[in-house]
């Protein structure tokens, strides 16, 4: 069932974004620390046993210049410099192993897959970074309230700086052309994405599917599904603490930074969604400062939203903008919308379409 409002309050939703004043200080501090750690990052050759796809081990400098792992994937018989997508991970997911990883790759891409320091153990795919900062106060089951008494210990302050790191990383390899970077990811990832977005300038296009991390108060009002489930029991024991959690979460709402996001972006949302409410990604959405934005809507998905489908699109779409070209809309291959409808694409279910 629709767990949210219906699809025109949601398409013209544009809450006040809540933002700290030292929001642009507190990141460009960050990031210039986290840079003033580098090292150049490494890329050692794996053997994956795959013939198309040739595969490295990456290490590369994140927060304070921690070590991150992650997947860099080529097309083996592809020459030139190649233009990137960098992907960040659902919640509770880790890099995994290559073979998991074929797609971008397989459509001619080179490939970044960031692994999610201290998470990996979903029982799905594997992680290698560990989190060596965990501090503050007790924290719910999971990683949303870790350290959100400070934003300076916030988890995600590492994580998000580790994504543009990423970033950086994959502009710096010989192979790829650094103009050309595009970042995605689902869910968390998805979050991870509109931060980077909003944080690297000069990319080539941001792809958040179904992003998480974005709109807290409201999230944690209508759902009570995890994560975001995280953040109300943690205030059902620590009453007293919600001012400060808000407060915390100013410095990484999605919101705050699609507001300053320039790239070309594909979103996706999915109506039936509890995990990430289609408002919060909405809200995000209608923030989103570049003009050159779709979103794909998918009416009766849940937070799987259009999962390979919706990859079929980002393929088209980012096809398109990475070729100058005026990009056909999402989910419509006869390139037909009608009149106002620039911006919103409404699909079918992935499981009926």
Same mark, same amino acid.
């Given at each position: 069932?629709?767990?949210?409002?219906?699809?025109?309050?949601?398409?013209?939703?544009?809450?006040?974004?809540?933002?700290?004043?030292?929001?642009?200080?507190?990141?460009?501090?960050?990031?210039?620390?986290?840079?003033?750690?580098?090292?150049?990052?490494?890329?050692?050759?794996?053997?994956?046993?795959?013939?198309?796809?040739?595969?490295?081990?990456?290490?590369?400098?994140?927060?304070?210049?921690?070590?991150?792992?992650?997947?860099?994937?080529?097309?083996?018989?592809?020459?030139?410099?190649?233009?990137?997508?960098?992907?960040?991970?659902?919640?509770?997911?880790?890099?995994?192993?290559?073979?998991?990883?074929?797609?971008?790759?397989?459509?001619?891409?080179?490939?970044?897959?960031?692994?999610?320091?201290?998470?990996?153990?979903?029982?799905?795919?594997?992680?290698?970074?560990?989190?060596?900062?965990?501090?503050?106060?007790?924290?719910?089951?999971?990683?949303?309230?870790?350290?959100?008494?400070?934003?300076?210990?916030?988890?995600?302050?590492?994580?998000?700086?580790?994504?543009?790191?990423?970033?950086?990383?994959?502009?710096?390899?010989?192979?790829?052309?650094?103009?050309?970077?595009?970042?995605?990811? =689902?869910?968390?990832? @998805?979050?991870?994405?509109?931060?980077?977005? #909003? *944080? /690297?300038?000069?990319?080539? !296009? %941001?792809?958040?599917?179904?992003?998480?991390?974005?709109?807290?108060?409201?999230?944690?009002?209508?759902?009570?599904?995890?994560?975001?489930?995280?953040?109300?029991?943690?205030?059902?024991?620590?009453?007293?603490?919600?001012?400060?959690?808000?407060?915390?979460?100013?410095?990484?709402?999605?919101?705050?930074?699609?507001?300053?996001?320039?790239?070309?972006?594909?979103?996706?949302?999915?109506?039936?969604?509890?995990?990430?409410?289609?408002?919060?990604?909405?809200?995000?959405?209608?923030?989103?400062?570049?003009?050159?934005?779709?979103?794909?809507?998918?009416?009766?998905?849940?937070?799987?939203?259009?999962?390979?489908?919706?990859?079929?699109?980002?393929?088209?779409?980012?096809?398109?903008?990475?070729?100058?070209?005026?990009?056909?809309?999402? =989910?419509?291959?006869? @390139?037909?919308?009608?009149?106002?409808?620039? #911006? *919103? /694409?409404?699909?079918?279910? !992935? %499981?009926?379409?």
């Amino acid at each position: 069932m629709l767990v949210d409002w219906p699809l025109d309050r949601l398409r013209d939703y544009l809450p006040a974004r809540d933002e700290p004043t030292d929001f642009d200080d507190f990141w460009a501090i960050t990031l210039k620390e986290a840079r003033a750690a580098h090292w150049p990052a490494r890329f050692v050759p794996y053997d994956a046993d795959l013939s198309t796809v040739q595969v490295y081990d990456v290490t590369f400098p994140g927060f304070a210049g921690q070590p991150v792992h992650g997947w860099f994937l080529l097309p083996r018989h592809a020459t030139g410099r190649l233009p990137c997508v960098v992907e960040y991970i659902g919640y509770g997911g880790g890099r995994g192993l290559p073979h998991d990883w074929l797609t971008w790759s397989a459509a001619g891409y080179a490939h970044l897959v960031m692994d999610t320091r201290g998470q990996g153990s979903n029982g799905k795919l594997g992680g290698d970074t560990p989190d060596p900062d965990p501090t503050g106060p007790p924290q719910a089951p999971g990683f949303l309230t870790r350290g959100i008494a400070d934003p300076h210990h916030y988890y995600y302050r590492r994580v998000l700086t580790d994504g543009v790191r990423a970033v950086d990383a994959a502009r710096a390899h010989p192979r790829v052309d650094p103009d050309r970077v595009v970042v995605t990811g =689902g869910s968390q990832g @998805g979050g991870i994405t509109l931060a980077v977005a #909003g *944080l /690297v300038d000069g990319l080539a !296009a %941001a792809m958040p599917d179904v992003p998480f991390l974005c709109h807290y108060r409201r999230a944690t009002e209508i759902t009570d599904a995890l994560p975001y489930g995280e953040l109300v029991s943690y205030l059902k024991t620590y009453h007293g603490d919600v001012a400060q959690v808000f407060a915390t979460l100013r410095y990484f709402d999605g919101i705050n930074f699609a507001a300053r996001a320039s790239a070309p972006a594909l979103f996706s949302v999915a109506l039936m969604d509890n995990v990430c409410p289609p408002s919060t990604v909405f809200a995000a959405y209608n923030h989103y400062a570049s003009a050159d934005k779709d979103i794909a809507v998918w009416p009766y998905n849940g937070h799987e939203g259009g999962a390979g489908r919706q990859r079929a699109q980002q393929i088209r779409w980012l096809r398109n903008v990475l070729a100058g070209a005026e990009s056909e809309p999402a =989910g419509d291959p006869s @390139g037909s919308r009608a009149a106002g409808q620039r #911006g *919103l /694409v409404e699909l079918p279910s !992935a %499981a009926t379409a």
